[in-house]
């Protein structure tokens, strides 16, 4: 937004030249690729025949919804530990490589909102969408909360504000609105090869662990294989990723495939 800075479409072309030319480090970027990147092919997957039976398997979930995605989360270790840019950096690269990929946040807490069809949505999705070459739309970010306050938001369901929800005590109402998030889900899972999920804050936050939405609840409802970011410009990273594996609910402790050093400017060797 200043002097200098890089535009967000530029940054997702050096982010996708990056990684194409090994620009990017991702801990365990190895085992990500063998569990969520496409077969081998010559052509692209764009328009080639068979193309979801190739890649992925079809399930049933309860509610009758044929789900034929696979899904990937991207969890922090802390709010800003960098969730929302490997989002994006994720749609953008596996967009790439033929494949129907949606972003998806459950819920997301910000003031700063774009105008889609339907209504509106955060920022972080809109970018994914785009990212994911896709129309950015409601479904994306079914739940937006807008802080008019310290103790008080306004929520937007759906692209529109719901002004009884917004009214209703934060604990009283998770679980409603989880009800108009999870069919979003469903939709796009069942439309995509890929959903990229975006958690919000820490998925090891106990004291919300029966209503936290749009970390734990999504991550089961998506069978998501997921990845933790801790920013180490913070400092105590490694115990960030550790003390946020041993808080997991052990259903999805097994979940998690990798963890990320986000902003790591040493020496590599340092990691073994």
Not at 141 to 162: A, F, I
């Amino acid at each position: 937004d200043g002097a200098g800075a890089v535009r967000p479409e530029e940054a997702l072309r050096a982010v996708s030249k990056g990684e194409r030319e090994g620009g990017v480090r991702m801990v365990g970027r190895s085992r990500l690729r063998q569990t969520f990147a496409p077969p081998p092919f010559e052509t692209p997957l764009r328009g080639s025949s068979g193309r979801t039976e190739r890649l992925v398997k079809t399930r049933r979930i309860a509610g009758g919804i044929r789900m034929t995605a696979r899904a990937l989360m991207v969890w922090g270790c802390t709010s800003d530990a960098g969730k929302s840019f490997l989002a994006t950096a994720l749609c953008r690269w596996y967009a790439d490589q033929g494949l129907r990929v949606a972003p998806f946040k459950a819920q997301n807490m910000s003031n700063n909102a774009r105008v889609v069809d339907e209504g509106e949505i955060g920022c972080a999705q809109w970018f994914q969408a785009m990212a994911a070459r896709k129309r950015p739309e409601v479904r994306h970010n079914p739940v937006l909360l807008k802080p008019e306050s310290d103790t008080r938001s306004q929520v937007v369901v759906m692209g529109q504000v719901d002004r009884e929800l917004s009214a209703m005590d934060w604990r009283g109402r998770s679980a409603l609105l989880w009800e108009r998030a999870r069919g979003p889900l469903r939709e796009l899972m069942s439309e995509n090869d890929l959903v990229v999920l975006e958690g919000a804050g820490s998925p090891a936050e106990i004291n919300l662990a029966g209503c936290d939405f749009a970390n734990l609840h999504s991550a089961r409802e998506s069978a998501a294989r997921c990845l933790l970011v801790s920013d180490i410009d913070r400092g105590g990273s490694f115990a960030h990723l550790h003390g946020t594996w041993a808080l997991l609910p052990e259903d999805l402790r097994g979940n998690l495939d990798g963890f990320i050093l986000n902003k790591f400017r040493g020496d590599p060797k340092l990691l073994a």
